[in-house]
């Protein structure tokens, strides 16, 4: 099989969640390289789904040419990589409570989103549109509710410093605006973790790099590769 030097995260776009594993990566302060993937076309493709049969995005291409799908699976490898525990925790009891938030940040968060995208993408059809919405957004004040009261007075998820919880968040959150789901004045302290995490500059190269504008200077991204030129691996 290929060695590589880096790994390469395929990251959906517009609005794709894989935007806080780009995050995650910038911080984690090792090099990388990203492959850019329109949604929905370019996950229609065969070569697409011999890169992920479900045909989602995030996938990461990993250092050893396998691959790997799930935000949250793709998180915990970089944790395996975090040696230096820029974002994640060596101790164990912190390490549970990351992983519990990750858990349901990538669940519980992620999915009730669902109805309000189902409305978004299909053919017209009105008064399904605004069941959908409806539930959707009584989903999501639910999940913001539960995380508002998570959340302690601490600037970022889980203490002092962002972490893989802070990533995977951030490519969620701002699914709220665009759906205009939740009157953000009522969540102070999801606000208050958004602002601190997109004034970032990992979050604003991130977000740069997604909207296919200049991006920021960074000294761990590697360049994009083409989906084309990716070596699948057998198997
Ligand atoms: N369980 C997966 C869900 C991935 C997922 O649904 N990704 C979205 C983009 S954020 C996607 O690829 N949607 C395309 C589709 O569902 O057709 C994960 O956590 O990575």
């Known amino acids: 099989m290929e060695r590589r030097l880096e790994p390469i995260l395929l990251y959906g776009h517009p609005l794709g969640s894989s935007?806080?594993?780009?995050?995650?990566?910038?911080?984690?302060?090792?090099?990388?390289?990203?492959?850019?993937?329109?949604?929905?076309?370019?996950?229609?493709?065969?070569?697409?789904?011999?890169?992920?049969?479900?045909?989602?995005?995030?996938v990461l291409l990993k250092a050893d040419g396998t691959l790997l799908s799930e935000s949250m699976a793709?998180?915990?490898?970089?944790?395996?990589?975090?040696?230096?525990?820029?974002?994640?925790?060596?101790?164990?009891?912190?390490?549970?409570?990351?992983?519990?938030?990750?858990?349901?940040?990538?669940?519980?968060?992620?999915?009730?989103?669902?109805?309000l995208w189902k409305a978004f993408e299909m053919k017209p059809d009105p008064p399904v549109q605004e069941a959908l919405q409806a539930y959707g957004r009584e989903?999501?004040?639910?999940?913001?509710?539960?995380?508002?009261?998570?959340?302690?007075?601490?600037?970022?998820m889980l203490g002092d410093k962002p972490t893989l919880a802070?990533?995977?968040?951030?490519?969620?959150?701002?699914?709220?605006?665009?759906?205009k789901a939740v009157d953000p004045g009522e969540f102070p302290r999801i606000r208050g973790v958004r602002d601190r995490?997109?004034?970032?500059?990992?979050?604003v190269h991130a977000l740069a790099i997604?909207?296919?504008?200049?991006?920021?200077?960074?000294?761990?991204f590697r360049g994009h590769v083409e989906i084309e030129s990716i070596t699948i691996p057998a198997g």
């Open 19 to 58: 935007l806080g594993l780009t995050v995650a990566l910038e911080w984690l302060k090792q090099p990388y390289r990203l492959c850019r993937v329109a949604m929905p076309d370019d996950m229609r493709t065969d070569r697409f789904a011999r890169l992920n049969h479900k045909r989602e995005t995030p």
């Open 210 to 220: 997604e909207e296919g504008r200049p991006a920021p200077a960074s000294e761990h």
């Open 166 to 179: 802070d990533a995977l968040f951030i490519g969620i959150a701002r699914w709220a605006d665009f759906h």
């Open 74 to 115: 793709i998180a915990l490898h970089l944790e395996s990589r975090d040696s230096e525990r820029r974002i994640s925790f060596a101790r164990c009891d912190a390490a549970d409570r990351l992983h519990e938030r990750m858990a349901f940040l990538t669940t519980s968060f992620f999915a009730s989103f669902s109805p």
């Open 139 to 156: 989903g999501v004040a639910k999940r913001h509710r539960q995380l508002e009261a998570m959340l302690g007075d601490s600037p970022f």
């Open 197 to 203: 995490l997109e004034a970032t500059p990992a979050f």
